[in-house]
Structure formats: C-alpha cells, structure tokens
C-alpha cells in the first residue's frame, strides 16, 4: 500500500461512492463534498456500475464487502468497461488479503477501516491525476489520428495547400466563424468538415446547406424549421452542438441574410410560426466562389452579416495554380476508383501526364477525380480522349451518354476475354443472346479483341 502524502484539495474530482451502509456512505461523502469533489453515490452496485462510461472522468470508490455484486464485482465490471478507471477499494481489516488480490486484478489501491479522511483525499487525488493523465494521453492520439485524415482528406504538396492544411490545424480548435472562398470544386465542403472534425464539436452533427438550392417558397422553413402541426426542427437545431456550413451563401436572399445575422448575434433561432425562440450553440463556416467583398461592394450582401461570417477568411487555389498536385491527385482517385469498380489499374504514360498539366481543369478537383474514375472504366482510352469524351458529353442527352458507356463496358469485357463472346457474357452476367444484340447495336466486331 502507498504511503500517505499531504496533498492540495481536490478540485472538480468526479467520484462515484458505492456502499451499502448508509452512515459510512454518507460520512465520505460530507469529506469528499468538502474537498469540492463532485460525488455520486450509490448503494446498490449495479445501478453505479451503469453510470459508468469509457470516458467517465473521475474515480470509482467502492466497499470490498457488500451483499449481491461486491466489491470484486464493482472492478471487474469497470475494467471491462475501461481498464484504465481507477478502482479505490475500502476494507475491513480481515478483507487485506482479498483486497491485496484485487490490487492484482488492476485495482488502484485499497484502504483499511478504519481510516483517516485525509489518507483517502491522497489516494482520490493521485488516482484522479492519473486518470487525467489517461484521458489527456487519448486525446492527443485521437488528435493525431484525425490530423492523419486531414492529409487523407487534402491531398497536395504545393504551397498554397499546405497553407490550408496548416490553417485548419491553427484554427480548427477556435470556436470562431470562418469563410472559405474557391472556385466551385475546389474543396470548400472538404475543408469545412476537416475544420468539423479537427475541433472540439467532431462528435456532434455537421449539416451542409446548398443555399443555391433553397427554394424561394420555402427557404425560412428550409433554414429554420417550422411550427405548429406540421412542427419540425431545421437544420440550425439538428446541428446543436456541432457545425453549419453554409455552401454558396452569396445566394441567400436579403430578407434572410437579416435573419441568419440575427441568429448569429443573439445564439438563438425561431421556427417559423413559433412564438418563442430556442437557444443555439454551433460554429457557422460558410462558403462562397467569390470574395465576398465584391459582393458587399455591389450592394448583394450585407456588410455586417459579412463581418459576422469573415472572423477568418481562408481562400482555396485552383487546381490549375497547384504545380503537380493535379498528377497526384490523378494517380490517388485512379486507384481508389479501381477498388470502387474492381477494375485493373491502368498504366499512366508521359503523354498522360502531359495532359493532366496541361488541362485547364475549370471543375478544379470534381472535374478531376469524374476524368480518374472514367479513365479506370474506359481502360483503352488515354486521358486526352477520356477529357474529350467529358467535353463531348456535356451537351449530350441522358440517353446517348448511357449509350456510350455501355460500349466502353462491353468493349473492356472482350478485351479482358481475348474476344470471346461466351466469357464475356459470363463476365458480365448477360445470357449470350442479349450480348450479341448489344453487340450489334453498338457496331463492335468481336475479332478486334483477339489476341
């Protein structure tokens, strides 16, 4: 058993107190209240030991001996919810051994009746520092792993986009408002949801509005739900707790910019129909495809709600201002689009790589990644005919766009069965019959695909 040591009153010390004798149980609870613990006690085992969580941030104090689940008990169904919750067992002088056995299991320490209450404030007070020692050590690793997803998430090396990476590290934990401005395909929403889940709000909702796509008629509905019979909460209250990212938020029509701003300035919003007002707690980013200075500048935006929505201001680059990254970039959603579509990776040459630089990318990283996965299905087509067949395609019908692909399907499928019709209606779980016609409809001699 460790020795005693005078220590600082605890401060905020969660403890949970199991026993079954009332007096005993409310004596240490009068001491720990003392020392400004925060304690929760229990008499029956099992009703404490369901207060419990993995992330239960505090000490568990319990009696050794006690009718139904006992002490033991009490440990082992903590540890199996996390092993790393200290377990303070208190015990009458011929339990010693029993607890000596518990301290084996993974107890943190045990205190023999009768005791003095400055030795158990000791042993609450180091078990509790290890316990934030514990959780602050996770929390960090969970910190890593999601920094780990930002560099997933933004792939690039040039200079403008490590800017970005390193911006959402600096500001990601701030609770502040922050505007992202890029040219649509950029990555704005990408960004948003790393800024999401890099900060302190990552285990609550993230809810993205196109404001582009709000309809006239039902816009304040849309934005800030609705009451009475048809009552429903809009997605400023769904997000609660966690993030609203506005997408193209130039878009929003001036009698709702009056609105948002008041949501933003008072922390609360009323449904429509509603006579009273909810409190709110989110973090606001926001989207647009321009500086919204200019917008303010022509009178389509207003000032203030601008200053509101700009505490930072992060503008994202073009693909074509991105040096390699594009070729990059290329090569990662080539290869995440063979695993989506089980295709072979195709060989990427010189003439490819000439031109991914040299294409204008005007959808930036979007046109991109659809270019990648047409290059993984089309398999015979280089990049330079895939971006062909993207532009040719634009003004083309539903129809004649199923049409192509259907061919370019069929075509792979004789290629990879050196031209047989038999293997390659297997390969594509057609019956024979209904591949010859498709066959016929798309002009495809069979004879070119043999080797």
Same mark, same amino acid.
């Not at 104090?61 to 919810?81: F, W």
């Not at 207003?302 to 201002?321: A, G, S, V």
């Given at each position: 058993m460790t020795q005693q040591h005078a220590q600082p009153p605890l401060m905020n010390v969660n403890v949970i107190l199991v026993d079954d004798e009332r007096a005993m149980r409310e004596s240490i609870a009068q001491w720990l209240t003392l020392a400004d613990c925060s304690i929760t006690t229990f008499s029956d085992s099992a009703e404490a030991v369901s207060h419990v969580t993995p992330d239960f941030p505090g000490v568990v104090?319990? %009696?050794?001996?006690? /009718? $139904? *689940? %006992? $002490? #033991? &008990?009490?440990?082992?169904?903590?540890? =199996?919810?996390d092993p790393d919750i200290p377990v303070v067992l208190i015990t009458g002088h011929g339990d010693v051994n029993s607890a000596v056995d518990a301290m084996r299991q993974g107890a943190y320490d045990f205190i023999e009746k009768p005791f003095e209450p400055e030795r158990l404030l000791s042993t609450i007070h180091r078990a509790s520092e290890k316990r934030d020692l514990v959780l602050q050590n996770r929390a960090l690793r969970q910190q890593a792993v999601r920094s780990n997803s930002l560099e997933e998430s933004l792939i690039g090396e040039c200079p403008a986009l490590r800017q970005i990476r390193a911006d959402i590290k600096q500001f990601a934990a701030i609770d502040i408002n922050i505007l992202l401005v890029g040219e649509t395909g950029t990555g704005k929403e990408v960004v948003a949801r790393c800024l999401h889940n890099l900060s302190s709000r990552h285990e609550k909702p993230f809810n993205a509005i196109d404001c582009g796509a709000l309809s006239a008629e039902r816009i304040e509905r849309d934005l800030f739900g609705e009451a009475g019979s048809r009552s429903s909460p809009g997605p400023f209250e769904l997000a609660q707790g966690g993030t609203v990212f506005l997408d193209e938020v130039t878009n929003m029509p001036p009698d709702q910019q009056i609105k948002l701003l008041r949501v933003l300035e008072q922390r609360e919003v009323?449904?429509? $129909? =509603?006579?009273?007002?909810? +409190?709110?707690? *989110?973090? #606001?980013?926001?989207? =647009?495809?321009? +500086?919204?200075? %200019?917008?303010? =500048?022509? &009178?389509?935006? @207003?000032? %203030?709600?601008?200053?509101?929505?700009?505490?930072?201001?992060? +503008?994202? /680059? /073009? #693909?074509?201002? @991105?040096d390699d990254d594009g070729v990059l970039l290329f090569q990662v959603f080539t290869k995440k689009a063979c695993q989506l579509y089980q295709r072979e990776l195709p060989d990427i040459t010189a003439q490819d790589i000439t031109a991914i630089r040299t294409h204008a990318w005007p959808g930036n990283v979007r046109e991109l990644k659809n270019a990648a996965e047409r290059f993984v299905l089309y398999q015979t087509m280089r990049v330079q005919e895939v971006l062909h067949v993207t532009d040719t395609t634009v003004n083309r019908t539903l129809s004649d766009q199923v049409h192509a692909f259907e061919k370019s399907i069929i075509e792979y499928a004789l290629t990879q069965c050196n031209g047989s019709i038999s293997h390659a209606a297997e390969y594509l779980r057609v019956p024979r019959r209904t591949l010859n016609d498709k066959l016929q409809r798309h002009g495809i001699d069979r004879d070119e695909f043999i080797r």
């Open positions: 104090v319990t %009696d050794l001996k006690m /009718p $139904g *689940i %006992d $002490g #033991l &008990g009490v440990l082992e169904s903590v540890m =199996a919810i009323q449904r429509v $129909g =509603a006579s009273e007002a909810n +409190t709110l707690d *989110i973090r #606001l980013l926001s989207a =647009a495809n321009s +500086t919204l200075s %200019d917008v303010v =500048a022509n &009178g389509h935006f @207003r000032k %203030d709600l601008y200053f509101r929505l700009n505490t930072i201001e992060m +503008t994202l /680059p /073009p #693909l074509r201002h @991105r």
